[in-house]
């Protein structure tokens, strides 16, 4: 049988779900109360800007489907603020991980293993999609992008982040595996395929993405400056980035609420 791109992402991640590294939950025992506050705990301190892309309590009461919920720590703030949570992942340990973080605090959603290039929803479905740093890891994210478009319902909503092809976090990536390596010729595109998490990763300029998005009505992007940016720069330098070259770009895009 073949291994496919996405075979490739769903190993990498299946070793454990993102944000869960032992570094930022030291001696906790793993998937115990004490472990999951651990790793939100360093979600909201490392990536703040989340709450404020999100705002996860304006939407109570709505629909919702997240794409590639990982840990589930965003997943746990949507059912925390009363959405009807639906989640899906390419990994077991995705799933299995955040299934058993809202059993602890006696939350609900629908979890499901699956490749998001395909949904198993009919269309209309959901008022809000939500996927954050997922779409630019799979083989084709024009298809999620699609998937997206088709269950939200009209005039429904997509919030998430993909990475920025222009920031400081992928030019340290030329400068390490590219110059410093002696092949400054190679692309960006592929040093982030071949360096950034799992292979095949993707990176997009701002035009790129608003063209990835055209299906929708309107479409709003705002980079922001990470801690991948900001890592290995001395502070004082480093605040002084400004947020257009920042690793992460935040995406809001709403579906069009009639078909006139
Ligand atoms: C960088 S992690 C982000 C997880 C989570 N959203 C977060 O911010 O912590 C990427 C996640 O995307 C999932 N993923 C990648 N490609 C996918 C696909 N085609 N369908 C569904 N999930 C996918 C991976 O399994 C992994 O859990």
């Known amino acids: 049988m073949t291994t496919t791109l996405n075979d490739e992402v769903r190993a990498f991640w299946e070793r454990q779900p993102c944000g869960t590294q032992k570094e930022f939950t030291g001696a906790l025992e793993r998937g115990s109360k004490a472990w999951f506050e651990q790793v939100e705990e360093h979600r909201y301190r490392v990536e703040p800007f989340i709450h404020g892309v999100a705002q996860f309590t304006r939407h109570t009461g709505k629909t919702m489907l997240e794409i590639g ?29 955040t299934r058993r973080r ?44 699609a998937e997206i478009h088709r269950v939200l319902k009209p005039g429904g ?48 300029s701002r035009p790129a993405l608003h063209r990835l998005f055209a299906a929708f009505e309107r479409v709003e992007t705002r980079s922001l400056i990470t801690p991948y940016d900001r890592y290995r720069f001395p502070g004082w330098l480093a605040s002084q980035f400004p947020d257009p070259w920042g690793f992460f770009t935040a995406i809001d895009a709403v579906k069009r609420a009639s078909a006139s």
């Open 69 to 97: 919920v990982g840990a589930g720590t965003d997943h746990l703030q949507w059912a925390r603020a009363g959405c009807r949570c639906h989640g899906v992942d390419l990994t077991d340990a995705a799933i299995e991980t």
């Open 102 to 145: 809202l059993d602890l605090y006696g939350l609900r959603s629908d979890l499901r293993r699956l490749d998001a290039e395909t949904l198993p929803f009919p269309a209309a479905s959901f008022d809000l999609v939500y996927s954050w740093g997922v779409i630019h890891h799979s083989e084709r994210p024009e298809r999620i992008i």
């Open 157 to 204: 909503r997509f919030i998430g982040m993909m990475y920025n092809l222009w920031s400081v976090a992928v030019l340290k990536q030329w400068v390490r595996h590219g110059l410093l390596a002696g092949r400054p010729w190679r692309s960006l595109d592929d040093l982030v395929w071949h360096h950034i998490e799992s292979i095949g990763t993707k990176a997009y």
